[in-house]
């Protein structure tokens, strides 16, 4: 058997399956291999040129490792090829991907086979994976090609998804696990973009739009239970492709509510369709890529920690169904589970139980958090209407982890700027459902003048806007 630079990883794994346990040992970009989803899409294009790339290792030595692996473990003497055959298209460069993601919308717009598509498509990936493919659209979308063209590029993707898994079923776990509660709202997701497709009058479509809108519970204990725990297995491409597409479908229904409310404005139905084909896609991708993968990869103790805190930020439609039980990590209990009676912290100017500093905190009007100069989100206040929701998945996770990706860049920055000493503060404003919100991050510094972490300030200033004249005595009616 030969091995060059561009064999794919299934073309190894199936003549010798003990390799996968080589890859996974090799580097820790190569963990998610453990997931057979992974393999099974993933594997049937990528090259060994792609696998060395991701995992930092020379090509050359990657393959001369592999040939080794193999002649110890069966005999079998593989030969080497470093060069490309002639046979073989060049790998892209990024421009030459881009160039040709361009035209690929541009035939997809023209109504070219899809077919044809798929074949051009998945030339085009055999080399990069789904954050490469999402940096390259963000890209197009700096350039000024429209979202909405990009977005199409979404239906050839799970195309190629659904032929290389088949006829893959869904999950099987048992009622009240976290998977099980994700697809009961993905059952109820369903019923609804069906109800929606219905050809219907606005007034009449309204109310099934504002239960859609549920979704978002669902989204946010992805983006804040479930994609943190994979984080911690180095599994990253999930949450920023997958976030995208969230705040895509946000934004759809957003938009789409504001049509079917005004008597003025029609409703777009070639974009309210597409909205309901992304929802329908993210079931599909949920259920035979993301869950599946993370079902292999992640313990007992990593769904525990999943499951812990999403009451917190709630269900879409459904509660959890009773089966399932789980034990909260023993780190995560606290000290007076125990025994151990919390000592006093001493303050510059006092000092304070733990149970009343944390007591102080969460009846302040404002919601705080913290990030420590690691850019690891350390604390949040819990205090009983969050602005924003937060749930413990988050303690110890990078906080550019925890915004869409199209706010990566302004978090980055404003980070950047504390950590050199450029800025101590910036603020925004924004209007959400009614309320006015203001939202302040200040950089914290020892005495020293050391960056220690940044400080995030949240308030509903709705009300102290609206505020007028005087009051001097007390009005409690």
Not at 308 to 331: F, H, K, L, M, R
Not at 384 to 408: A, D, T, W
Not at 418 to 429: H, I, L, P, Q, Y
Request: hydrophobic fraction near 40%; include cysteine; charge should be negative.
């Amino acid at each position: 058997m030969e091995i060059r630079a561009n064999t794919k990883l299934q073309e190894l794994l199936k003549p010798y399956p003990f390799l996968l346990e080589f890859f996974i040992n090799r580097s820790p970009n190569f963990k998610m291999l453990k997931s057979a989803v992974v393999r099974n899409t993933v594997g049937n294009v990528a090259p060994l040129s792609h696998i060395a790339e991701r995992g930092g290792i020379p090509l050359e030595q990657l393959i001369a490792e592999i040939a080794a692996a193999v002649q110890a473990h069966t005999g079998d003497e593989l030969t080497v090829v470093l060069e490309q055959p002639q046979a073989s298209p060049p790998l892209l460069a990024p421009e030459a991907r881009q160039a040709a993601l361009k035209e690929i919308i541009r035939d997809l717009h023209a109504g070219v086979d899809m077919k044809n598509l798929k074949a051009r498509f998945h030339t085009l990936i055999r080399d990069i994976d789904g954050t490469e493919i999402a940096r390259l659209e963000q890209r197009l979308i700096a350039e000024g090609m429209p979202e909405s063209e990009i977005k199409r590029l979404c239906d050839v993707h799970v195309e190629l998804f659904k032929e290389s898994l088949g006829t893959q079923q869904r999950p099987n776990v048992p009622a009240g696990h976290p998977l099980h509660t994700y697809m009961l709202e993905n059952r109820v997701a369903e019923e609804i973009t069906q109800q929606l497709e219905a050809p219907g009058e606005k007034k009449l479509l309204l109310p099934l739009l504002n239960r859609l809108a549920e979704i978002n519970l669902h989204f946010l204990r992805k983006e804040n239970q479930l994609f943190p725990v994979l984080e911690q297995h180095e599994i990253t491409g999930p949450s920023e492709v997958m976030w995208a597409i969230h705040d895509d479908i946000r934004q759809g229904i957003k938009r789409a509510r504001m049509e079917l409310e005004s008597a003025e404005v029609p409703l777009d139905r070639q974009a309210f369709k597409a909205l309901l084909q992304m929802v329908d896609d993210m079931v599909y991708k949920e259920e035979h890529i993301l869950f599946p993968m993370a079902l292999e990869i992640l313990s007992e103790a990593d769904w525990a920690k999943v499951r812990q805190g999403e009451e917190e930020i709630g269900y879409a439609w459904v509660t959890p169904e009773a089966g399932w039980s789980y034990q909260v990590p023993a780190e995560k209990a606290g000290a007076a589970a125990h025994g151990v009676l919390p000592q006093e912290i001493q303050l510059d100017t006092g000092s304070l139980s733990p149970e009343l500093l944390n007591l102080m905190l969460m009846h302040l009007p404002v919601d705080l958090s913290f990030v420590n100069d690691k850019d690891e989100i350390m604390y949040y206040s819990q205090t009983k209407e969050r602005i924003f929701p937060r749930s413990p998945g988050v303690i110890g996770r990078k906080v550019q982890n925890c915004h869409p990706p199209k706010s990566m860049d302004t978090v980055q920055k404003i980070l950047d700027s504390f950590r050199t000493g450029t800025k101590d503060s910036a603020e925004f404003w924004i209007q959400m459902g009614g309320r006015f919100i203001h939202i302040r991050y200040f950089a914290v510094r020892d005495a020293n003048g050391s960056y220690r972490g940044c400080l995030e300030v949240s308030q509903d200033a709705t009300s102290i806007r609206a505020l007028e004249g005087e009051r001097r005595l007390l009005d409690w009616n």
